[in-house]
């Protein structure tokens, strides 16, 4: 699956953060993306390889 990863965009990832939430918003694109989560607000760092890999669904923002 071919997803154009923009900033603004909701990524749902297959495992869950600890807070419960499977979603992220993207903030930062690149080698490395900084995604934040949309259940507590925890923000991180990672490699673009890990977020493909994992990617279940792609929202747009409306």
Known sequence: MGYTYEVG???K???KHPCGSF????LRV???????CT???HQIMTPRKMVEK???GLRKPE
Do not use: H, Q, S, Y
């Open 54 to 56: 994992n990617t279940k």
């Open 39 to 41: 259940g507590c607000g």
């Open 9 to 11: 965009d909701i990524v």
């Open 30 to 36: 690149g080698a490395d993306f900084r995604l934040k």
């Open 23 to 26: 979603e992220w918003e993207i």
């Open 13 to 15: 990832l297959k495992k």
